[in-house]
């Protein structure tokens, strides 16, 4: 069975630690903002200026002034900061940020990320995840396994333009949790009920399964 976006969101959470400065993309990793575990000090932050985003409000707290980068009403907690977006994008490319969420629509087996453009498609743009995919280290991408179509999503090399060239290290879709090296994707943990060979067969770029791989845990 699959993940739902809520599910992969909890397990993108278990990466947080403690003092973390978190940069959530659009879509998915917005969802992680929900799952911060209880004690855990995380500054959430967003490109269009703010520092302590909070989950998602409820209607009682919504406030449609109050937006992240992808315009959805957002909260803040206590302490937190609004700037520029020009002081974001500062934070941004020093280096600041200890963890990135992104989405995308292919990633390969060199790390490369293609999230912002579709042929034939009209699309804004790619926002802040050039400068994210280039002034962050560490980056978890989180999408679904395959396109709509059934073509898979990790591939040998990337066929849209690229966001960033070997950036990426981890992968989680909706299948499987997965760490990138040496030209090959490493099959890490599995989604529950999901079989190796589901996972094989939906992997287009080269996929090295160890001996055991355990199912994914949410706790």
């Not at 994008?89 to 999230?115: C, K, P, W, Y």
Request: hydrophobic content about 45%; some cysteine.
């Amino acid at each position: 069975m699959t993940l739902t976006r809520e599910q992969m969101a909890r397990r993108v959470a278990r990466e947080l630690q403690d003092g973390f400065y978190v940069n959530l993309g659009i879509g998915i990793p917005t969802l992680v903002a929900n799952y911060i575990p209880d004690g855990m000090q995380v500054m959430l932050q967003s490109e269009n200026g703010l520092l302590g985003m909070g989950p998602f409000p409820t209607e009682d707290t919504l406030d449609a002034d109050m937006i992240n980068a992808g315009k959805q009403t957002v909260t803040a907690l206590p302490g937190a900061s609004i700037f520029s977006s020009a002081e974001s994008f500062a934070m941004i490319r020093g280096g600041h940020i200890d963890l990135t969420v992104l989405g995308a629509f292919e990633v390969d087996v060199q790390g490369n990320i293609a999230s912002w453009m579709v042929p034939g498609k009209l699309i804004k743009g790619m926002g802040g995840s050039m400068d994210l995919v280039a002034g962050a280290d560490n980056i978890i991408v989180t999408m679904t396994h395959c396109a709509k179509d059934g073509q898979s999503k990790l591939l040998p090399a990337c066929t849209l333009p690229l966001t960033g060239a070997g950036c990426i290290r981890r992968v989680l879709t909706d299948l499987a949790y997965l760490e990138i090296a040496d030209g090959a994707f490493h099959l890490k943990e599995r989604a529950p009920g999901v079989s190796v060979d589901e996972i094989a067969g939906k992997t287009a770029g080269q996929l090295i399964v160890p001996d055991h791989v355990p199912e994914m845990t949410f706790a």
